[in-house]
Structures are given as C-alpha cells and as structure tokens.
C-alpha cells in the first residue's frame, strides 16, 4: 500500500526512466486468470452477444437475467467496490441484438445510474456502442417489454446527463417506472487516456451526486467493458480507501478486478491515469462548489482565526505556480526578444499562436479538425506573436491571451485576427497607459476603462455586464460555431487582466451550463497556458467574489 503523503514520491520514482517501473509493475498483473471458466459466454447461442470475442465474463460471478430457461446471458460482470460487494456492474457496450438484454439487466438489478465512457462511434467512424436511449426528438423507444423515455438532456464540455424512465411493460410486472440517470464521458480521446486527470474526478463527482441508497450497482461501460471502465472504477475506489484509510493499494485492487473480469485496465497509460488521479484528488481535495452553496462556502473560505491564514488563503497558496514546466524557446530568442514588451511574460511553445506573412494563414482551417494545439516542430516556418491559445470552458482554443500590439508588431497583431477569424476582440487597457502608446482596432471591439493601474476594476460588476454584453452580442451561449473561433483578450502583457477576465469568462461558462463553479481549477488550468496569471490573493479573491452571474 501507498501512503497519501507518499503517492507523488512513489509516482516520481516510477514515471523515471520512460516508465519502467510503472512498466514492470503492470505487466506483472495477470491479464487473465484462467481457473476461472467463461462457459457461458462461448456457448453458440450466446457468441453473437459478445462484442469482442477476448473479453468474455467468468461464469462465478457474471450478471445473470432472469428469462427462464439458458437465455440468461449478458456480458456483465459484477465487481466489488472499496468494501463494498457488487458495488458495479463492468459490462461491454450494448449491440444492436443486446440493447433489450441491457435493459432488462438495469431493471432487475435495480440500477439507477448508468456510466457510458465512451460515444457511440470513435476515430473513423467505428462503432462501439449502440445507442441505446432516444434522443430528443423521438422521446420514446420501445426495445421489447421494456419503454425508455427521454426526460431532459444536459451537455457539458466532457460528458452529456440524461435523465430517462424505464417502463417494464410485460405482464410479469405490475405496471411500474423507475428513473434512470445516464451519464456519458464523451472526452476520452481515441488513443490513450485523458490529458487531465480532473475530467475523470469531475465525472465521477457528477456520478456520486446522483447516488441512491436503495438503488443496485452503478453500470458501467465502454465498448469491451474493460479499460475505460476499469479505469473509473479503479479511481472510484481508491479515492475511497484513500479517504476511509489514508492509504491505497492500486496494485492489489486492479489485480482483484482482473479476477472479477479479465483485462480490467488494459493499459499501462491508463494504469499511470489511476495514479495521477489519486495525487490530483489528495493534493487538491474538493473545490467545486454550487452556485447555490456559494455564498455561504466563500464566507467560510474568507473567515480568518487569529493570525493563521484563512481557507482561501490556504487554497491559494496550493496553486501551482508552473514555473518553467514547459519551454518559451520561440518568444525568448534573438530575433523575437524585442516583439515582448516584458521579459517574464512569453508564450509557452505549445500553446503561442502560430501565424503566416502569407494572407491565407489559417483562414480556411477547420478547428474541429485541429489537434488541441499545434507544435512548433509542426510549424517551423511561423512567424511570432506574444499571444497564447487560451482553453475556455467549451474548447481547448476558444481564447487567445496576446499582450498589448506594440509598435512594431501592430501588423502581426491585425493579422493573426484576420487569420484566426476573430469576431471579439476585448481590450483592458487604456492606449496610453504605462507610457506605451497603442494603436486601437476599431472592429468588433469591447475596450473596458475602468480599470487603472496595478490594482482591481473599479466597478466590478460593470466588467460582469460587458461579458454579459459580449455572451449576448456574440451568440457565445448558443452558437457552436461561435465558440470555435477564439476571442482575443489582451491587457498590457497579456497576463494580469486577462488571466482575470478569461477566468471570470470560463466560470460564467460553467455557472450558466451546470450551476457550479470551481474557481481553484479554472485558475490552475489558465496558469498551465500562460505565466502570470492571477498570482495574487487578490486578484483570487476578485475572482471568487464575481463569478456568479
């Protein structure tokens, strides 16, 4: 077992050498245990219900339906929680021929949640799971003795709620409806795992929110019903025993899941991911708050005893500050030093803003076809801007955080707009202020005032009302297109205001969305793609108190 105070130490020593130790750990788990029999799943009659003809459940512990009779098979496994028996159901993606088998299995066994962490079709349009629910504009699908009615959906950025209601209508049953909550993780990437570990705390957050005491084990699946799944369930209870304990034995659990279903976090990266998860979790704790809690949640983070440092000071000094952790190669050469007005604020290579001289640029360049950022290895021939591509809370580029034009990149500054095909562009500057004279473009542009020197907004809510104003004018709420093509946010050096307002701009996001805000994260993720951003108290402070709409 691993101590919470020894999970990043114990992480450092085995991500070293390309991850060898890591390596050698997870090939030492047994892929399968084969004195386990799989008779039924590879009786003939039952073949056709398995979508992959590897991964097939242990008869000692497979979830059984009750149709009389043989015809009792699903690929389902029950799988046992942080002290819990049956806490889960691991089962592969319904088929098409197995989506009333599905149902039945949600019914008879009293689930009320299921967990789909994957789409329908992935990459190159290769199916991986049927779609087993009805959308919206049908409301209702029949699948036998069972009626699936749609009753609201929610989109978020990495996962899509539904709430439904089943309907068991065969004459076994008295007429009666049970809500089912079904949430699906659509930010797994095609290959590997998540680059942020927060996605997966953030699901199953969302998943635990909608618990019920009395109701049976959370479903859970992918397409085999084994890596993905493995994966939430591995996280889910070992932040469990992390909290009950103080310790956890990720080793030792995820062999206990293979000996519940063989392959149960099929990769190495997806083994590191239930690690990364633990010390995100451990060293970070809960910072989400809903908007209904907030207020009384920031008077206690704001409370002080004494002299000791309040609970907002304590959350502050937990953020990272990312010095360094990624190169700024491009900005801080020779050629490019003079184009920064400040030396301590370059863009980070991965994330600057890649434009040509040539007018075309990227202007007829699809960023749903983008990767999350272009490298500079990928562009050599880019000319240099001081400009960062910033994450909103929709898409991975929806900002861009660039300083002030100076004199002599005026001409770049107007092109990489043209070249993004900006339509918003905010300003948080006074053209002469600091001395540094300015020019103003005069399309599509809210400049805010009301804001002097080193210090904060004078008036607060008139900077809330011009992002109102902005949401409003630029269709930003209900235009996907729209938040696609990024809005260029810039102060003096790109860094101080901008961190605020791109801070304030994500939280309204998530207020307006899911009626919850996570200030500590949003700022954490804006540090990673930008040096300076929100580095005082009060800049946080600002934050926290003005982010509810």
């Given at each position: 077992p ?77 799988i ?71 009753r ?13 209601i ?41 998943v ?49 899941l ?8 099929q990769?190495?990266?997806q ?13 970070f ?68 803003v ?19 950022y ?36 005026m ?66 709420d ?72």
């Amino acid at each position: 077992p691993i101590y919470a105070e020894g999970l990043v130490e114990a992480y450092v020593s085995k991500i070293a050498d390309e991850s060898r130790l890591f390596m050698d750990e997870f090939q030492s788990i047994p892929r399968i245990f084969s004195n386990y029999t799989i008779k039924e799943a590879k009786k003939q009659d039952n073949q056709s219900k398995n979508r992959y003809v590897d991964i097939l459940p242990y008869d000692y512990n497979r979830v059984t339906l009750s149709a009389g009779g043989e015809d009792d098979y699903i690929n389902a496994s029950f799988i046992e929680g942080y002290q819990e028996p049956k806490k889960y159901i691991a089962a592969q993606g319904p088929k098409d021929e197995t989506v009333c088998d599905f149902w039945q299995m949600v019914w008879e066994q009293k689930s009320s949640i299921v967990v789909m962490v994957t789409r329908c079709e992935e990459g190159n349009k290769v199916i991986k799971c049927a779609q087993y629910w009805p959308s919206l504009d049908r409301e209702t699908e029949i699948f036998d003795d069972f009626v699936v009615k749609i009753r609201s959906e929610q989109h978020c950025p990495d996962y899509t709620i539904r709430h439904l209601i089943l309907n068991n209508v065969s004459k076994r049953e008295k007429a009666s409806e049970r809500e089912v909550t079904h949430i699906q993780f659509i930010s797994w990437p095609d290959h590997g795992v998540p680059g942020d570990p927060c996605l997966l705390l953030k699901l199953r957050r969302r998943v635990n929110s909608f618990k019920n005491f009395f109701s049976g084990p959370v479903v859970v699946h992918c397409s085999a019903g084994v890596g993905r799944t493995g994966t939430y369930i591995g996280i889910d209870a070992m932040i469990e025993s992390l909290e009950a304990e103080g310790r956890v034995d990720i080793y030792g659990y995820v062999a206990k899941l293979r000996r519940q279903r063989c392959l149960m976090v099929q990769v190495e990266a997806q083994y590191i991911l239930i690690h990364t998860a633990l010390i995100e979790h451990n060293q970070f704790g809960e910072t989400e708050v809903s908007l209904s809690e907030f207020h009384s949640a920031l008077n206690t983070l704001r409370q002080k005893d004494g002299s000791d440092p309040s609970l907002l000071e304590m959350e502050f000094q937990k953020l990272p500050k990312f010095k360094k952790w990624r190169t700024f190669n491009t900005g801080s050469s020779e050629d490019n030093k003079k184009k920064n007005r400040y030396s301590d604020v370059i863009p980070y290579d991965f994330n600057r803003v890649l434009f040509r001289l040539d007018i075309e640029g990227n202007q007829t360049s699809d960023p749903e076809d983008e990767d999350e950022y272009s490298s500079d290895e990928e562009e050599e021939s880019n000319e240099y801007i001081n400009a960062s591509f910033i994450a909103g809370y929709w898409c991975h580029k929806s900002l861009i955080a660039a300083q002030g034009p100076l004199p002599n990149s005026m001409a770049e500054f107007l092109l990489m707009l043209y070249q993004q095909q900006t339509k918003t562009l905010v300003m948080l500057t006074d053209c002469q202020e600091d001395g540094n004279k300015t020019d103003v473009l005069e399309v599509d542009q809210y400049q805010f005032l009301k804001w002097k020197g080193r210090g904060l907004p004078e008036n607060a809510q008139e900077l809330i009302e011009m992002i109102r104003v902005i949401r409003e004018n630029g269709n930003y709420d209900n235009s996907r297109m729209n938040r696609n093509i990024p809005m260029v946010v810039h102060c003096n050096n790109g860094s101080s205001r901008t961190g605020i307002f791109c801070a304030l701009w994500n939280l309204l996001d998530s207020a307006y969305t899911e009626k919850l805000v996570d200030v500590f994260h949003v700022v954490k993720n804006l540090r990673k793609e930008r040096q300076r951003i929100v580095e005082t108290i009060v800049s946080s402070c600002f934050v926290y108190k003005n982010n509810i709409p």
